[in-house]
């Protein structure tokens, strides 16, 4: 019978964990980026509220969809990214980033076309 090292336990292609400020500073640099999703959405949210007709119950909505999206797109790419590698970390960050920023186009898209159906 023989013997297993601890050494011999961990098997080369084993990822390591990356330390913990790789992941912040990862994090930290796309979450700059979501941020800024977050305060666009709440500035085009705002601007479209005060307007002279405001916004009825549906625009509320859709318009609060894209600043809440990128709150959850990050917590959503952060829990599935962080004990991955640092470049499979940033991968998947820059892919909910990605999701952001179609869901962003599409709301813009929608207020563009259907602008008057949002209003009260």
Do not use: C, K
Not at 48 to 54: I, R, Y
Request: no cysteine; glycine share 10%; net charge positive.
């Amino acid at each position: 019978m023989s013997q297993v090292t601890p050494d011999a336990a961990a098997s080369p292609s084993a990822p390591r964990r990356m330390p913990t400020w790789v992941v912040v500073a990862i994090a930290a640099l796309f979450g700059l980026f979501y941020a800024y999703a977050v305060w666009n959405a709440v500035a085009f949210l705002v601007t479209q509220a005060g307007g002279p007709l405001g916004l009825n119950g549906y625009g509320w909505f859709v318009l609060i969809l894209p600043v809440l999206f990128p709150l959850v797109a990050f917590a959503v790419a952060f829990r599935l990214g962080w004990r991955r590698r640092a470049w499979e970390f940033a991968l998947v960050m820059l892919a909910g980033l990605g999701l952001v920023a179609v869901f962003w186009l599409d709301v813009v898209a929608y207020a563009a076309a259907y602008g008057a159906s949002l209003l009260g």
